[in-house]
């Protein structure tokens, strides 16, 4: 199993942590990607802990397996260079699922295996096959963490100060857990290929990026993802913006020279936003944000709810009297009362404005009067 985790990782993440000045401790932390249709997580068919707990409590559903790790701890222990069998760490605080969403799917924090080397300042058993204090003094609030930088992760000025470089990481205490989410972020784009690209129809250049990333962007008409079909002409909702974007989708766009069909992670999607009759412009998004648990009843209802919104007729009035009835003559010097126009949508409610204003910016609305004089 250990050659198994290491020739199927594809990114690793090593870190120290110092206890009470003499314990010493380093780890790795290694990202296992998706690929193409399977994780590549390796799986361990006698390992129970790999089903999923009906009492999960991370968004995934009852019935579900959560991917590749399962329910698997983390971390192997080793003492001295020597493994400790029967002792295991879940997870820490900072490589844990968080509560926030924090630009990572929660899948990828199941993609990670980890192995931890202690000195002889922790306890073990005297049949030496568990460890009796490791985890609890790794969780103490005096442990610090920091991470050690690899020679993939240095320049060549860095790698000069190498010894430098790591006494400065470990005596500042950094933020581990920031450190390691930037880590998994970068390891799903570059590593993961969950998204089938399909139906290529050639390249663009999109100006309104920064120059070294407006060029070349290969344009698609479908995506497959989590087995999941979205193509061009599907209504689809787009979430973390402000408000919920939803549109019909033009086109997919991936940057890169690509021809044909291509697996990766990543992205963008433009959309005609809708409804039409009230917006009508392309936008793109990060493909991430494209909400795959949307179906079309619930994003037709939105639409259609939306557009009864919109202005539907005028509603005139007379308030003071002197009412002009349709296709009424009135001689000369006839009194015709005040006139009150007010603007209804479709469910009968008065409006000032348009809906759907996003950053507080409000479009009112306003009416226009003409007089028209007929001379004969």
């Not at 790794?138 to 963490?145: E, I, Q, S, V």
């Not at 020279?257 to 433009?270: K, L, P, R, Y």
């Not at 949307?294 to 259609?304: E, L, P, Q, R």
């Not at 209804?344 to 348009?354: D, P, V, W």
């Amino acid at each position: 199993m250990p050659t198994q985790f290491i020739r199927t990782a594809a990114n690793t993440f090593e870190f120290k942590a110092t206890v009470e000045y003499t314990g010493i401790v380093e780890g790795v932390l290694r990202y296992h990607p998706f690929l193409y249709d399977h994780e590549t997580y390796p799986s361990d068919a006698n390992d129970l802990r790999a089903e999923a707990d009906p009492e999960d409590d991370h968004d995934y559903a009852a019935s579900d397996v959560r991917p590749a790790r399962g329910r698997r701890p983390i971390f192997e222990c080793y003492w001295n260079g020597r493994l400790i069998p029967y002792s295991f760490i879940d997870e820490f605080d900072w490589c844990s699922v968080p509560k926030k969403n924090k630009g990572v799917p929660l899948e990828c924090y199941n993609r990670v295996s980890g192995v931890l080397w202690t000195n002889d300042k922790f306890q073990v058993s005297t049949n030496k096959l568990t460890f009796i204090d490791l985890e609890l003094r790794l969780r103490d609030k005096n442990t610090t963490y920091g991470r050690i930088l690899g020679k993939n992760d240095m320049n060549k000025g860095q790698q000069a100060r190498r010894l430098q470089e790591y006494a400065v990481v470990i005596e500042k205490r950094t933020d581990i857990g920031r450190e390691f989410n930037a880590w998994l972020k970068e390891c799903h784009e570059r590593c993961d290929k969950q998204v089938k690209f399909s139906q290529y129809s050639g390249s663009i250049t999109r100006p309104e990026l920064v120059k070294h990333r407006q060029s070349p962007w290969s344009v698609y008409g479908l995506i497959e993802w989590d087995g999941k079909v979205f193509k061009k002409g599907t209504m689809v909702r787009i979430i973390k913006t402000v408000p919920v974007t939803y549109g019909t989708i033009q086109h997919f766009l991936l940057y890169g020279n690509h021809e044909g069909d291509v697996f990766a992670t990543g992205g963008d999607i433009s959309i005609i936003q809708e409804p039409r009759s009230l917006y009508n412009e392309v936008k793109t998004f990060p493909l991430s944000k494209l909400d795959r648990t949307a179906n079309n009843t619930s994003i037709m209802k939105y639409i259609d709810d939306e557009v009864s919104k919109l202005p539907n007729k005028l509603v005139v009035s007379w308030p003071e009297g002197d009412e002009v009835t349709h296709g009424e003559k009135r001689p000369a010097g006839k009194t015709i009362g005040a006139i009150k126009v007010e603007i209804a949508n479709r469910k009968g409610e008065l409006i000032s404005k348009l809906p759907g204003a996003a950053g507080g910016t409000s479009r009112k609305l306003l009416v226009e009067l003409k007089v028209i004089w007929h001379c004969t």
